[in-house]
């Protein structure tokens, strides 16, 4: 194969990214359910500034689990409907290399959107600007491991009712660490404390993501075709 | 590079009821298998199965090269071209880019029949060329560049079909083929699977209508 043609898995993730921006609809809708729900708060939890700032990085946080969660649900299923999963099994990519770079291109066209709007949130409701950064990083990691442990139940919810549900159901016990370290190195960096404990165990974490979710998610899939 | 296709005692089941039993058959280079028999028979699975979507209730189905066998996984990996009735094809990207992105997944084979010049892949502007070719051979060149949503269904089809001739791969799985398309269609692209034949490839097709290429008949009853 020569260098200047890109390799089948590479051709996956670009066609992937460019699918997700054409229809506008998946990093738009994640992006605009993002700033929705933040712009809600201050009408529900009340406007007082100091009782917003003390909520506003675990919100900012939180909502950004809901908003990649609430994407993930046509991670797969398009091409599990339209029969594109038929043909992509039949590459010579085994599924579990599918799912692993489907999940990544699902990070960097939704994940990483939503990662820089966190911190923009966070501030905008009144936490401290010294957050912005850790929050960022913690909000980039974080996507990550949801993109990835989503795509586990994902795989595992296709062709079932109500997928979206089975979804949530599924990986939500996963999703636990990430938001406990993740609002943890938040909290840390709004008080002016140590933020990188919490942040590198985000990081361990969303690596062992990275490395193990991709072959239940394969296994998912070739369950799927089935 | 397969060279032999074959089921022994085969058995599929679909939505917990048997589909058939005790199906064998053997397809050789050059050779063509007309899947028939009624809706319902089970035709669409045994092609699923051969393509390892489905999992046979009993029986093997084995691929061999001029080597001697074949580990299942890798035929199906480098050497099987899968025609569906859902083809896969993305409604908001053009028909090029759909067909350049479905050639680099299948890729090429990499043992090529001998004596196939067959499209050569040295480099970006040979390979456009390629699939420049492969558009005109289904009357798609005009199209190019439309969204794969605005073409008709028959045009969808022959873009579809297109990936048989993107990439080389010997076995063609084809559900329906013919399906949508109008009669000189049908011939051109019977003059495809004829060529295909040719140079040594093995076809399976369901059909209801009959191919028009010479091919042995495999009749599927309901059990």
């Known amino acids: 194969m020569s260098a200047r043609r890109p390799t089948p898995l590479l051709a996956l993730f670009l066609r992937d990214m460019q699918l997700a921006w054409a229809g506008g609809g998946g990093p738009l809708l994640a992006g605009a359910f993002y700033l929705g729900v933040a712009a809600l708060v201050p009408l529900s939890a009340g406007a007082s500034p100091e009782r917003l700032a003390a909520v506003a990085p675990g919100l900012a946080w939180l909502v950004l689990a809901l908003a990649s969660l609430l994407s993930l649900e046509r991670l797969f299923e398009p091409d599990w409907e339209d029969g594109a999963l038929d043909l992509l099994a039949q590459g010579r990519a085994p599924l579990a290399a599918v799912a692993a770079v489907k999940a990544a291109a699902h990070w960097c066209a939704t994940g990483a959107p939503l990662a820089l709007l966190a911190p923009a949130a966070a501030v905008a409701l009144g936490a401290p600007v010294r957050i912005a950064g850790p929050m960022l990083a913690a909000a980039l990691l974080g996507g990550l491991a949801f993109a990835y442990l989503g795509a586990i139940g994902a795989a595992l919810s296709l062709g079932a009712r109500r997928g979206g549900l089975l979804i949530a159901v599924l990986v939500l016990p996963l999703l636990v660490p990430p938001v406990i370290f993740g609002a943890a190195a938040v909290e840390a960096a709004a008080h002016g404390g140590p933020w990188l404990p919490s942040l590198a165990l985000l990081a361990a974490y969303a690596l062992l993501a990275v490395a193990a979710a991709p072959f239940a998610a394969g296994a998912g899939l070739r369950n799927a075709l089935g | ?223």
């Open chain 2, 1 to 223: 590079m397969i060279t032999a296709v074959s089921a022994e005692a085969l058995a599929l089941d679909r939505g917990g009821r048997r589909l058939f039993e005790d199906l064998s058959f053997h397809l050789r280079p050059g050779e063509a298998i007309a899947l028939t028999g009624p809706n319902g028979a089970g035709k669409t699975s045994l092609l699923r199965a051969i393509a390892g979507l489905l999992r046979p209730a009993a029986g093997q189905i084995r691929f061999a090269s001029a080597q001697g066998p074949i580990e299942a996984d890798e035929a199906r990996a480098s050497a099987l071209h899968w025609l569906g009735s859902a083809d896969g094809l993305k409604g908001s990207r053009t028909a090029a880019a759909e067909l350049r992105f479905w050639s680099e997944w299948t890729g090429e084979s990499p043992v090529r029949l001998s004596g196939r010049g067959g499209p050569e892949r040295s480099g970006p502007e040979r390979e456009r060329t390629t699939l420049d070719s492969v558009l005109d051979a289904l009357g798609l060149t005009s199209h190019a560049h439309t969204e794969v949503r605005r073409l008709s269904t028959g045009q969808r089809r022959r873009l579809a079909l297109a990936r048989l001739l993107a990439s080389f791969r010997p076995l063609w799985l084809l559900d329906e083929p013919l399906a949508p398309l109008d009669a000189r269609w049908r011939t051109r692209v019977g003059e495809m699977m004829h060529a295909h034949l040719d140079e040594g490839g093995l076809i399976i097709a369901a059909v209801h209508d009959t191919l028009p290429i010479g091919a042995r008949e495999l009749r599927l009853e309901p059990a």
